[in-house]
DNA sequence: AACATTCACAACCGCATTTAC
DNA sequence: CGTAAATGCGGTTGTGAATGT
């Protein structure tokens, strides 16, 4: 909390400090040549310095944004093709909108390009799909406030809970410590490479749990440890290298 | 032609997390 | 270990172009 509130004194003073001196809005074509050529020339060492040694009027924070959406060289220029577009919905009902942990996955493409694509065209695209009675399942709506967010986070989120939800109907299975493929041909399950193994668990507060007679697999495991944010994007990280890595089939649960 | 609406995308804002000291 | 600064992320807003009336 107290965190919290130093970093909106922060922000804010950032805010301030930009009312006064810093330029905002579109950036001119001069603006991205000095940053492109400090960059280049020097890299970043901290995005707050950049923006000073490069004789820019903008906070660090603005130009980290610039480069990163814009200037950077490996950013690929090309519309978004069709199966890009399909990848974003795989990942996207993977993940969420983890738009980040999308773009990393998506080579030349930005987490910003992929959540703007993502709410101006696939969100429609799919909403209209829903209306015109197709099976399409609609994305799962996000209007989370950031307080919201925090909340999620607290608990740990539903993303466990979904990609719990979404093994155990599916062809995976998620044991602690063993995983296995049933191959819809033959019912005989096989072996797989090794499956990040899910060590956390979903209270905040296992001992509460059990205090309050919530006798959950996971209060009562041996295995129960504090589930953190970086545990949680960790797990998912690895959970979607895994199912990206077993095979196209596996996406589309 | 003039205005309104829609669309796509760039940039900003607030907050959480990580890093440095 | 605590604090401040820096960074990263996702939601939201602003803006210019395209399209419709």
């Known amino acids: 909390m ?6 909106v004194v922060s922000d804010q003073l950032e805010t301030k400090e ?5 330029r905002k809005g579109l950036w001119s074509p001069d603006e991205d ?11 970043v060492g901290t995005w707050s310095s950049v923006a000073e040694l490069a004789g820019l009027k903008r906070s660090g924070k603005s130009c980290r944004l610039r480069w990163m959406n814009y200037l950077q060289p490996d950013l690929s220029r090309e519309p978004i093709s069709k199966q890009e577009e399909d990848l974003i919905v795989s990942l ?6 983890r738009w980040s942990a999308i773009a990393a996955r998506m080579p030349g493409r930005t987490d910003n390009e992929i959540k703007n694509y993502w709410n101006s065209r696939i969100k429609k695209k799919l909403q209209q799909r829903m209306n015109t009675g197709g099976n399409y399942q609609s994305p799962p709506e996000v209007h989370q406030t950031a307080g919201e967010g925090a909340a999620d986070m607290n608990t740990g989120g539903n993303l466990q809970a979904d990609l719990y939800q979404q093994a155990a109907t599916s062809k995976v299975r998620v044991d602690h410590g063993s995983t296995t493929l049933h191959n819809s041909s033959a019912d005989h399950p096989r072996p797989l490479p090794q499956l990040p193994v899910f060590t956390g668990q979903l209270l905040l507060d296992p001992d509460a749990a059990v205090r309050n007679g919530e006798q959950t697999a996971a209060a009562q495991s041996s295995l129960c440890v504090p589930f953190s944010k970086s545990h949680e994007r960790n797990f998912v990280e690895e959970y979607v290298e895994f199912l990206m890595s077993v095979s196209d089939e596996l996406l589309e649960i």
């Open 92 to 97: 996207q009902k993977l993940l969420g909108n």
């Open 33 to 43: 040549e000095r940053l492109y050529s400090h960059i280049t020339h020097y890299g």
């Open 2 to 7: 107290e965190r919290r509130k130093r970093a």
């Open 18 to 22: 930009d009312t006064k001196m810093m």
